[in-house]
């Protein structure tokens, strides 16, 4: 661009994808499973969403509540599809759903 201004929607789309796939960690998948693997480090945010991901056909939420009173979906990492429970584990870490045990086209 060298001294030119840029657009004010220059960062707006490869921010989102920051936090999707790096901090809440949902990692597409070529063959429609999910893999869900957040960088935030353990003890560092008590809670995050991020709600209504349109994923192969599905909605996907992905919720991190250290204690479980901020969402009320208990405590720990949850992967809900279509507003259902599939997945979830008491500390951040990978979730890996495939199409067999979760997820249908």
Excluded at 9 to 27: E, F, K, Q
Aim: charged letters at 20%.
């Amino acid at each position: 661009m060298g001294d030119r201004e840029r657009s004010r929607y220059y960062n707006h789309s490869t921010y989102n994808d920051l936090i999707i796939t790096g901090i809440v960690g949902l990692r597409p998948q070529q063959d429609g499973s999910i893999v869900i693997n957040p960088l935030v480090p353990q003890g560092q945010w008590p809670y995050f969403c991020l709600d209504g991901v349109t994923y192969r056909g599905h909605t996907l939420t992905i919720i991190w509540d250290q204690d479980g009173q901020r969402y009320h979906q208990g405590s720990g990492l949850t992967l809900l599809v279509d507003g259902h429970p599939v997945a979830s584990r008491k500390d951040l870490g990978v979730i890996s759903i495939t199409r067999d045990n979760g997820i249908t086209e």
